[in-house]
């Protein structure tokens, strides 16, 4: 149960020799004040009743004001006891204080400008059209976290599928950053587990193909006669390279220097999750770096020409956005390629990444040293080829009916 109390705060006595008078909340040992916009006189003040004495000049007025802010407090706090028992002095004091639990919209706000700060312009760019659509379905309106409910969420979902016509895995991508958002404020105190309607409502997502392609499929792409030295060609080979390399995500093959190579490995810190890892190149990746090796290279220099050396990347939005612009006309030469090919699999560059996957599980190697090689947080997601897998062994043995 919480308590309150009022004291003066002798400590912080003006020029006039006056003191403010707090409000303090008191639950499970932590404290929280509020002023409650009033100063007296020490000598005017019975810190043993808590209220000013005869001798201030307002004194049954003062004592009336005092009593009703009280009242107030201890009012709050027991309608938020009532709902949880973990409320904490923090979420009391932003109740009295008429904040209830703050604007979702404003907090969203500050997470995007949060991830600008640390150079997260990814995470940023996909946040903020998130944050765009949610502006553009609110209008003028705030929106307070209090206001998030089970029925606004099933509201927010019909708009995105029914007017937007969003898909229900990019409706899922959407409200999982609310989701995150909530978890944050409540690790913030700023929001009450009761108060958190992702416990009752539950996102939706669909499960979706990860395209890869056979080795006889990935062949083909090896031996299609492309012209030498044309982007075709450039993007051809970056898109091989990776099916060998350990499923190297374009960001990261982008920025590769021949300062990442050992003569046998790739070394690098991954661009999307900062963590390092070393990958053995077999034959065919080092066939492909051959033909970009002219003489000695400065360690600084890009392996794969897309990149320009004498451009500065640091700037994480220069190289967010030349990342992106790459990667973009990589894809759309990989579909040139594949149509060439005949290949009837849908394919974009992160295919390359899945097809390493499964030709790697298929040649023996561990559940843990793929994920190693991947960067995968979690081994879950490296058991999904291993899925994959075992459907089409499954629909190899339908042959026999």
């Known amino acids: 149960m919480a308590s309150v109390k009022v004291i003066l705060k002798e400590e912080k006595i003006n020029k006039a020799g006056e ?3 707090y409000l303090r909340i008191i639950k499970d040992r932590k404290s929280k004040y509020i002023s409650i916009g ?19 000049p307002n004194m049954g007025r003062t004592n009336a004001f005092i009593a009703t802010k009280v009242a107030e407090a201890e009012g709050v706090a027991l309608d938020l006891q009532r709902e949880s028992k973990f409320v904490s002095p923090v979420q009391i004091k932003k109740v009295i204080m008429g904040q209830s639990t703050g604007s979702f919209l404003k ?9 600008e ?17 949610l502006k553009s379905f609110l209008g003028t309106s705030d929106l ?39 978890n944050d404020a409540m690790g913030e105190d700023l929001v009450s587990y009761e108060r958190n309607p992702f416990r009752k409502w539950k996102i939706k997502q669909e499960k979706t193909n990860k395209s890869f392609l056979t080795e006889e499929e990935l062949e083909l792409i090896v031996q299609l006669p492309l012209k030498e030295g044309s982007k075709l060609w450039h993007h051809r080979n970056l898109f091989v390279f990776a099916t060998y390399a350990g499923g190297l995500r374009i960001s990261d093959l982008l920025q590769l220097k021949w300062g990442n190579f050992s003569g046998t490995h790739i070394r690098l810190a991954m661009h999307k999750t900062g963590d390092p890892v070393s990958i053995f190149l077999p034959n065919k990746a080092l066939e492909i ?10 360690k600084s220099t890009y392996i794969f020409p897309f990149f320009n050396s004498d451009t500065d990347y640091s700037d994480p939005r220069v190289l967010y956005k030349a990342i992106s612009s790459a990667t973009a006309y990589a894809n759309k030469n990989l579909k ?23 030709r790697a599980l298929n040649k023996n190697a561990s559940m843990e040293q793929v994920s190693k090689l991947m960067g995968h947080s979690s081994i879950r997601t490296t058991q999904i080829y291993a899925k994959i897998i075992n459907k089409k062994l499954d629909e190899a043995m339908e042959l026999f009916n």
């Open 144 to 182: 307070l976290f209090d206001e998030v409910t089970v029925n606004f969420l099933n509201q927010y979902e019909a708009h995105l599928r029914d007017e937007l016509g969003n898909s229900v895995n990019t409706i899922y991508s959407n409200i999982k950053i609310f989701r995150k958002l909530f």
């Open 336 to 358: 040139t390629i594949i149509s060439r090919t005949g290949i009837e699999t849908p394919v974009s560059f992160h295919s390359s990444r899945h097809t390493f996957a499964t």
């Open 117 to 133: 700060k640390q150079g997260k312009i990814s995470t940023m760019s996909k946040a903020t059209a998130v944050y765009s659509k």
């Open 107 to 115: 907090y969203f706000a500050q997470y995007l400008t949060a991830l």
């Open 19 to 21: 003191a403010p008078v």
């Open 289 to 298: 770096l051959q033909y970009y090796r002219q003489g000695e290279q400065k």
């Open 38 to 56: 009033l100063r007296v006189k020490p000598q005017d003040w019975n810190s043993d009743l808590c209220k000013v004495k005869k001798s201030h």
